[in-house]
């Protein structure tokens, strides 16, 4: 369901990225030694963008990132994910699609206050499709669940909702909640302010906040994918 995800297979326990061979530590190694993204994507954007995808989320086996914001796991990876490297790997792509890309591979390696900005900047050049999802994260994240309500106001109804519900069916019917899973897809689509407040109130080291973060991970995953999609149209 994530066209990301399935652009990297795993061989011998290293996941690699399919169409180059290239493994996905080799990727992350070369961008924080400083190489040109470009350079490493060799013609393959978003088999970069999915190598820089599997280095947060993990696999379907991973929990992802942590509810709440984290120092950087790799701070020289920052410059790879800015904007202006961005737009050299998309040429073609609007700078609002570059931002909105930018902040979502910055949220999801823990740059909380780059991504911040990108998608502030995103929003205020009139890009709304990704960049206030992923302004909503963010705060979601910081945690501010307040100003992340607002945000998925802003959000409305995102056409990944119905499929992050469907994603989401198979983990909501192994934890065996009927009134979380309603809560949260009850409508037939994701419910973003029922996310809020289990990300809100689930507790360090519970299975809740272990399926809260695995929701998460599939959250991130498929709004990236989404978002590198656009930026690659």
């Known amino acids: 369901m994530n066209p990301l995800q399935d652009r990297i297979e795993i061989v011998d326990g290293r996941p690699i990225v399919k169409a180059t061979g290239q493994s996905v530590d080799d990727v992350v190694r070369r961008l924080e030694g400083g190489e040109p ?50 737009g050299r790997l998309f040429p073609n792509a609007p700078r609002v699609a570059i931002l909105a890309l930018s902040a979502g591979l910055l949220q999801i390696h823990d740059f909380w206050e780059p991504s911040h900005e990108a998608a502030q900047e995103a929003d205020d050049l009139g890009e709304r499709r990704f960049s206030a999802y992923w302004h909503a994260v963010a705060h979601r994240r910081e945690p501010d669940p307040g100003n992340a309500s ?48 289990l990300c809100a109130t689930a507790k360090t080291g519970t299975a809740q906040a272990g399926l809260a973060r695995r929701l998460q991970r599939l959250e991130l995953g498929l709004l990236l994918a989404a978002t590198a999609e656009a930026a690659s149209d």
């Not at 970069?48 to 990876?77: H, K, N, W, Y």
């Not at 009927?178 to 996310?195: E, I, Y």
């Open 37 to 86: 993204t470009v350079k490493v994507a060799a013609g393959q954007p978003l088999d970069l963008i999915a190598a820089l995808a599997f280095a947060a989320l993990g696999d379907d086996s991973s929990e992802g990132p942590s509810l709440v914001q984290q120092p950087p796991g790799r701070p020289r990876l920052d410059e790879a994910l800015s904007a202006p490297e961005l």
């Open 150 to 197: 607002y945000w998925f106001r802003r959000v409305g109804k995102h056409p990944l909702f119905p499929a992050l519900a469907e994603a989401a069916a198979p983990l909501l019917l192994e934890y065996g909640d009927d009134r979380l899973t309603a809560r949260l897809t009850g409508t037939g689509a994701w419910n973003p302010s029922a996310m809020i407040d």
